[in-house]
């Protein structure tokens, strides 16, 4: 938090030798966060009561998509599916047995896995107990083959190396030391599942950069934006608006601009106010600890070397208002007097502009405020948002 100058942080040596650290961010800046994302999951709680609570209605989950087995397949040669099938298995043998825990040994397990509907061949069996179990490291320090530092440091989320992520402990057998002990809690097991259920949707399961598995990430990360967008579409219909989605400014579109500043997601046309909205729609996961909101804010505000996603976006803002004739000759529009008003809409509320709502050039919506609000809330956010010069700051 210090190193990287993410709060105003006060600092003291107490009368006890120790360092102390105000407790001001804490107040005003994760207190009004974290009471924002208490709002959140109330309104979700509400929005799925239907399916939480209707007892007489089966529930299922929606099956893994075929190109994400075949990632999972071509990397890891086992598909998602089946890992799932053996956790379900495993975890089910757990609770029948009268200890609130598992503990067989490894040459006997395949055997007790097979006696339910579900079948394993020996390999499926050894590519899967491989991939999710832990096993004892020489020391605490050392780095298995294809892991990193992120994967063994107990203070970082997300880590391949966890008991989240790899429910089953494999523990010496001093009596048979080539058929180790497996030890395991259904309900963990229960929980891995849905652990990595969760971060596939999110975007957070850690895999190798550029595998077969972190290529079908990004095309279900593409599709959690398109769903987005399709939310935003529902929440703001009209008679006297025109709704345009992935509208492309660059040198071989008809908006032109000798750069690439990508495209408008959402551009709404309302005729009836003379208002052109651009909305930056992103379906960001909210950061959960100091580390993930440092990564926040530099994906948002940029670096030096980089531009974040607010000064992309605030490149499309200054373009449109440079250029109204040019929308309205795509589009058959006379825009003359309009005005332009640039959003950016987030899935759900983050950090970022509640810790630098004084130095953000546009204001942020959350589609929760959206779906309540409709279109107002889009006029209120830009006329309250704080007008800044200097734009976003690294």
């Known amino acids: 938090m210090i190193n990287y100058d993410l709060f105003d942080t006060s600092m003291a040596i107490l009368v006890s030798g120790r360092v102390g650290t105000g407790k001001e961010h804490q107040k005003e800046i994760l207190e009004p966060f974290h009471e924002t994302k208490i709002n959140e999951d109330i ?49 089910l043998f757990a609770f029948q047995l009268p200890t609130s ?52 440091s107990p203070w970082r989320f997300n880590r391949r190396l966890s008991l ?27 929980r891995t599942r849905s652990y990595m259920a969760e971060q596939m949707q999110s975007g957070r399961f850690r895999v190798t950069d550029g595998g ?42 008809d908006l032109y601009d000798p750069k690439d500043l990508g495209d408008v997601d959402v551009l709404i046309i309302h005729k009836g106010k003379k208002i052109l909205y651009s909305l930056e729609c992103k379906n960001m996961e909210p950061s959960r600890n100091i580390k993930e909101m440092v990564e926040e804010l530099s994906k948002m505000m940029g670096s030096s070397c980089e531009r974040g996603l607010i000064q992309k976006h605030m490149d499309r803002d200054t373009w449109l208002k440079n250029n109204l004739g040019l929308v309205g000759k795509k589009f058959g529009l006379d825009l003359t007097g309009y005005e332009v008003k640039s959003i950016f809409l987030t899935a759900e509320g983050m950090l970022t502009p509640v810790l630098k709502k004084q130095n953000l050039p546009l204001p942020f919506v959350t589609r929760y405020e959206l779906n309540k609000f409709g279109l107002d809330v889009l006029d209120e956010a830009a006329d309250a948002q704080v007008p800044s010069s200097k734009g976003p700051s690294t």
């Not at 009561?49 to 099956?63: E, F, I, S, T």
């Not at 491989?130 to 490291?137: G, S």
Request: proline residues 6%.
């Open 43 to 91: 309104q979700d709680s509400i929005d799925s009561y239907d399916n939480v609570y209707a007892q007489r209605l089966p529930v299922r989950g929606g099956d893994v998509p075929e190109f994400l087995d075949k990632a999972f397949k071509d990397e890891y040669n086992i598909t998602f599916t089946k890992l799932c099938e053996l956790m379900g298995t495993l975890s």
């Open 101 to 152: 825990f598992a503990k067989i040994p490894m040459n006997s397990l395949l055997a007790e896995v097979n006696n339910f509907d579900e079948q394993f061949s020996e390999e499926e069996f050894k590519i899967g107990m491989d991939f999710l179990t832990l096993v004892k490291r020489k020391k605490v320090e050392d780095i298995p083959p294809g892991f990193d530092s992120i994967d063994i």
């Open 164 to 190: 989240l992520r790899r429910p089953f402990m494999v523990i010496e057998n001093p009596n048979d030391p080539k058929n180790p002990w497996i030890y395991w809690g259904p309900r963990q097991v229960l």
């Open 212 to 253: 077969a598995v972190d290529k079908a990430l990004g095309r279900i990360a593409g599709n959690k934006g398109d769903l987005l967008v399709q939310k935003v579409l529902k929440s703001i219909k009209s008679e006297d608006i025109e709704v345009h989605t992935s509208v492309w400014i660059g040198p071989n579109e």
